[in-house]
């Protein structure tokens, strides 16, 4: 896992897809350039649409990391 | 005595005050206050079919006092300010104490978080919006109309959609639709938030020639040129613009220090409890929970809330979870509809559209008021 400092955690456990896409978006817009987010998602469908919503986006995407029942998707705000 | 406080007079608020009316209706030291600053209570879904010029303005209005139990003391003016530590609220410079607290202030329309939207932009979000864009839709004959969403969260998940749709049939009745070209454009990677859903109205897109344009993420609108611009930078050209514009939550909710960035407040999803202070609870649009911002959400949570502060104040040591329950009435025009219901554990069913369904939206008004007042299931 990389050793970037997360801004924010976005904790969409319990929400399907793409709930916890939505809530990536909106953090984003909010975010500053610079911030680390982590998105936390217990849907599987999440670690297709997140990466492809960043790169679509011109975000970068630091990391998916597997955890126990979920993935954490990191990603910097760039632009 | 026992002070419960509520703040918002919406689909939530209305309802969890009369439902905790209900269940201490007994209780001679328990005080309910509502603040609900509009004297009319508006039934929001209803915006959507009087953009289109297919309902009555004056069937969405309820005197709010009206709907409320004899029990509930309505103070018809905005809360300015909570002080969570010292378990008071603020308003028109009076404290009122409360012993438990309900928050229901709903979201707030803040266009100018994109920019060139305000003033250039219609909607359908609030009743004199919807009236404007009733009138321009009236002398629409011949351009490109563009729909769907400039931001999220935002309420109503099916409404930019259902709007679409029923724009097309509209469109087609009045022999208009060869000359009218629809876009519509939407952030995520599909056409709607729920997966399982997506082929049926995706079909209904593709066989009557809606034009989408998917992971469109609004960045700006030039009004000089017409367009929306994407943050990568793709454009898409408008005569009529019908975009939801942005929500965030209420500003009082950011300075209570009970809220995130976007001023939605932080609550325990399934207890529906502020996550540092107990006797705080949210409900409906005004929360941060991964759930549709919906009447139905409310509604299902109104239920949770009014029965755990009601087992509170009566020492009765039982309490009920929120599971997520929701539902969403989604026309798709020729007088069909979809009722989508679904919560944390299990994704929508009924997938089939009907004419029940679409009678069951259009006569859903009734029924709203009714369970309202008497607080049915």
Redesign the interface.
């Given at each position: 896992m990389s050793d970037e400092k997360v801004t924010k955690v976005i904790d969409a456990r319990g929400s399907y897809c793409p709930g916890p896409l939505m809530k990536l978006i909106e953090n984003v817009r909010l975010a500053k350039v610079g911030d680390v987010l982590d998105l936390l998602s217990s849907d599987s469908g999440t670690k297709k649409d997140a990466p492809n919503w960043i790169k679509k986006t011109g975000q970068e995407l630091i990391g998916i990391y597997d955890e126990e029942g979920y993935t954490r998707i990191r990603i910097k705000k760039i632009k | 005595m026992k002070n419960i406080v509520i703040i918002g007079g919406g689909t939530g608020g209305t309802v969890v005050a009369n439902r905790l009316a209900n269940r201490l209706y007994d209780q001679k030291d328990i005080s309910i206050t509502l603040f609900a600053p509009e004297k009319n209570h508006i039934y929001q879904p209803d915006l959507l079919f009087l953009s289109l010029d297919l309902s009555d303005p004056r069937r969405m209005f309820r005197d709010e006092q009206k709907l409320l139990n004899k029990k509930v003391n309505l103070i018809q003016q905005p809360v300015d300010a909570i002080n969570v530590d010292n378990k008071f609220v603020i308003s028109k410079g009076k404290k009122y104490a409360y012993d438990y607290l309900v928050i229901a202030t709903g979201a707030r329309l803040v266009p100018d978080?994109i920019p060139g939207l305000a003033g250039n932009n219609n909607h359908f979000y609030d009743y004199s919006s919807a009236m404007q864009l009733r009138d321009k839709l009236r002398g629409f004959k011949k351009g490109v109309i563009v729909t769907g969403v400039a931001?999220?969260?935002y309420k109503c998940p099916p409404a930019p959609l259902e709007f679409t749709l029923l724009l097309d049939y509209k469109l087609r009745k009045y022999g208009l639709r060869s000359s009218v070209d629809l876009t519509y454009i939407y952030?995520?990677?599909?056409i709607f938030?729920?997966?399982n859903v997506v082929p049926i109205l995706q079909k209904e897109y593709d066989t009557r020639n809606i034009a989408y344009k998917t992971?469109f993420?609004v960045d700006h609108v030039d009004p000089e040129k017409h367009e929306v611009v994407a943050?990568?930078g793709e454009t898409v050209k408008y005569d009529l613009l019908v975009l939801i514009p942005p929500h965030r939550g209420q500003q009082i909710i950011s300075d209570a220090g009970i809220g995130d960035?976007?001023g939605w407040m932080s609550v325990d999803?399934y207890t529906l409890q502020e996550k540092n202070h107990e006797e705080i609870y949210g409900i409906g649009d005004a929360t941060n929970l991964?759930?549709s911002k919906a009447g139905s959400v409310a509604h299902f949570q109104s239920g949770v809330i009014a029965n755990n502060i009601s087992n509170s104040v009566l020492g009765i040591d039982e309490k009920i979870n929120y599971d997520?329950s929701t539902m969403c009435m989604t026309e798709i025009g020729y007088d069909k509809g979809l009722i989508l219901l679904?919560d944390?554990s299990h994704?929508p069913y009924g997938l089939i559209p009907s004419r029940l369904n679409h009678l069951a939206k259009v006569f859903y008004l009734d029924y709203y008021f009714a369970n309202m007042m008497y607080g049915l299931p």
């Open positions: - | 978080l931001d999220v969260p952030p995520i990677n599909s938030t729920i997966q992971f993420i943050m990568d960035e976007g999803k991964p759930v997520g679904f944390y994704p």
